[in-house]
């Protein structure tokens, strides 16, 4: 069996504030050395599992927080900026499933540090279904025909999973307070529900469907104001719903609409408020 694994760093258990994922802050190297141990803790209960081979994204900001010096050894990481499929780059139908680490809520939404890949979105929608990163994420691994297995992540994550994933196991390690304040297991009773989340995910993964998308999927992004909407809509091929925020692009597939969501959402930043 091979596994993808998706790691991204809101969702990890202690982390409750910015003050942890952000490279400039002082909690930045604690929230890294609880990310590494948190991947760890998968990486190890999947290979005890007979897992052959595992391959690991990470999945945060400029994705290279990961201390390769401290994974298990047996793993790969991709790492780095900037990749053409981000979050999920080099999943593919090759993968017999797919886990996700450390995520959170979408934006909007209760959660700690919910948000959707940046400040600018509101909401992301495939036709008609709200998404945040977890369902994009979620979207591209069944085109591939690849199941998420498992959500790690605070309570409003694993939720957001159970909602769009029927049978999915879900990890959660944090109880959310406030956006910025959580209840949360110890990191070694965190390992431990991982370790046991991660074998009952593979036991049962004949049980879990890929979340398939639609064949030809219009992408609509909800920008947080209209400048951000008019940056997004001078890429070639979108347009700005009346209005409102939303700028649509009708996509061929959901790698389209996927690279599309990448390339808006890094326009709508050039936005300026002075």
Known sequence: MKLYISVDMEGVTGLPDATFVESTKHNYERGRKLMTDETNDVIQSAFDEK?????????????NNLLVEYLHPEAQLITGDVKPFSMVQGLDHLYDGAIFVGYHARAGQRGVMSHSMTSAVRNFFIDEVV???????AYFAGYFGVPILMVAGDDMATQEAEKL?????????????????????????????????????????????????PSHPTLRIEFANYGQAEWASLMPGTKMESNSTIVSFKAKDIREAYQAMLVMTELATRTTFS
């Open 165 to 213: 994933i029927p049978n999915i196991v879900t990890a959660p390690v944090k109880e959310t307070i406030s956006r910025s304040a959580v209840k949360t297991l110890s990191p070694k009773k965190a390992g431990e529900l991982l370790k046991r989340k991660t074998a009952e995910a593979i036991d049962k993964r004949s049980q879990i469907q890929p979340l398939v998308p």
């Open 131 to 137: 998404v945040g990163e977890l369902g994009l994420n």
């Open 51 to 63: 897992v052959s081979e595992i391959i690991v994204n990470d999945s945060h900001s400029k994705m």
